[in-house]
């Protein structure tokens, strides 16, 4: 059996196509384009959509594919009727009105409710829904499902509409991860009539007949991106484990870290997993603020910049991205004036420290797993095991984990095997002055108001 996996990013969506065995077999790759319309932001899904269906139709001529399954970034909801969208898909990067703003604020469930703290542009996607429910109530009136990303795109490729539990619970607003319910929005907004029944990520939810082939493949429901990381690692029984998922956004998932010790002003919030299981996690626009810093480089790193950026003492402090532990901080770089390999270097230095402040923020004692494109050559990896010699780290045997943890749900829901590569053992780094680069660099973050004890202490 083969499954081909639509994962929509952000920046980049991709079709894997996997085989039982685990192995990716062939992969596309396309950017989303978003386009504006009537005073949003908002996906041109026509172009997208057109992609996907050759990608997958080309997927089962070529390698007898006989299913489809999508993995997808959160923070977007579509409003669909029985065949088409009421509105265009809103692009979440982007803030509503003051005036609406204000009065959104007002109808927002407490944190602790919903584990989901009051985010900027639409990161919480309930305040997307209410902002446009406001200024396009036939959208809403004439909608009969309200889907998550990943769930519009199953039934867009053929499945029926569905609900799933770990989009909802990915700091919308429409969530209560204790009570394992809608939160009290959805009823107060007499929205969960046009919420539809839930399916567990990776359920067939339809079928369709592609590429020629006369056999229908298997739809299956959507998953969160991350999420679905979480899963991948958490079935092959590696143990207590903290998931680092890198791409657009670096979030850090530690299912171990209490509840109580989330802080909703470091956008640390409940995420929820794939059977609704609550999980503490951190987060930042990592990839969004290497692009950045590094001046959009491309290619691998060459170590002895690292050694380079770290002896000159470049630094890049936080933020420069919306969201993340320091929101409200304006980034800067200091130092002095980088290379292009420097600036770099410079910029994987940033996230490996970010990376070790979620760690500690979220209460990460137990074995790390590195996963995504940020991870590229094991570099990143690495610099965070020299930076915690007390925890155990692990790196995924391939970049994509989304996409493999994708893959797993569908092949687990027809009863099929999937034998997925165990993650590597990381090799710490050994770069002179790390451990006080990460002092003084914690020192001016302090300064911005976002000290933390570090807790694993460098070599």
């Not at 489809?68 to 669909?80: D, I, Y």
Request: hydrophobic share 45%.
């Amino acid at each position: 059996m083969k499954v081909a996996v639509l994962d929509f990013g952000k920046t980049n969506s991709k079709l894997f196509v996997f085989g039982q065995d685990g192995r990716i077999l062939d992969e596309r790759r396309t950017q989303p384009q978003w386009t504006r319309q009537n005073g949003f932001s908002v996906l041109d899904e026509a172009a997208l959509h057109d992609w996907a269906l050759d990608a997958v139709a080309n997927a089962v001529e070529d390698h007898g594919v006989e299913g489809v399954m999508v993995s997808g970034h959160g923070c977007t909801f579509a409003l669909v009727n029985e065949t088409a969208l009421t509105h265009p898909i809103l692009d979440y990067e982007q803030e509503p009105p003051p005036e609406i703003a204000a009065r959104i604020d007002r109808l927002i469930p407490d944190f602790a409710e919903t584990f989901s703290p009051r985010l900027p542009l639409g990161f919480n996607y309930g305040c997307h829904m209410l902002w446009l429910q406001e200024v396009d109530p036939d959208a809403f009136a004439a909608a009969t499902s309200i889907l998550g990303y990943p769930q519009y795109w199953s039934w867009r490729l053929g499945g029926r509409p569905v609900s799933e539990v770990s989009y909802l619970g990915c700091h919308s607003h429409l969530w209560a991860p204790r009570a394992r319910d809608f939160s009290s929005l959805v009823d107060a907004q007499d929205w969960r009539g046009q919420m539809p029944a839930f399916a567990r990520a990776g359920a067939v939810v339809g079928e369709r007949q592609l590429g020629g082939v006369a056999r229908p493949i298997a739809i299956h429901n959507g998953v969160h991106d991350s999420n679905a990381a979480l899963h991948a690692y958490r079935r092959q029984a590696l143990g207590p484990l903290t998931v680092v998922s890198t791409g657009t956004w670096v979030i850090v998932l530690n299912p171990d870290c209490p509840l109580e010790a989330l802080d909703r002003g470091r956008d640390m919030l409940v995420n929820v997993d794939v059977d609704g299981g609550p999980v503490p996690t951190i987060r930042f626009m990592g990839g969004r603020e290497f692009a950045d810093i590094s001046g959009g480089w491309q290619g691998a790193i060459a170590p002895g910049s690292i050694q380079q950026a770290i002896d000159a003492g470049f630094m890049a402090l936080p933020s420069f991205a919306p969201g993340g532990p320091m929101s409200g901080h304006r980034g800067e770089i200091i130092g002095g004036t980088p290379s292009a390999g420097e600036r770099a270097a410079m910029a994987l230095l940033y996230v490996a420290l970010m990376v070790d402040l979620c760690l500690d923020l979220i209460h990460s004692q137990n074995t790390v797993i590195v996963d995504g494109g940020l991870n590229a050559g094991g570099l990143l990896a690495g610099l965070l095991a020299e930076l915690r010699p007390a925890q155990a780290f692990l790196q995924g045997a391939t970049l994509e984990g989304s996409a493999t943890g994708a893959a797993a749900l569908a092949f687990e829901c027809v009863g099929r095997e999937f034998a997925a590569e165990a993650p590597e053992p990381v090799r710490a780094t050994r770069f002179t002055g790390l451990a006080g680069y990460r002092d003084a660099w914690r020192d001016r973050v302090a300064g911005q108001g976002g000290g933390v004890k570090a807790a694993g202490g460098a070599r």
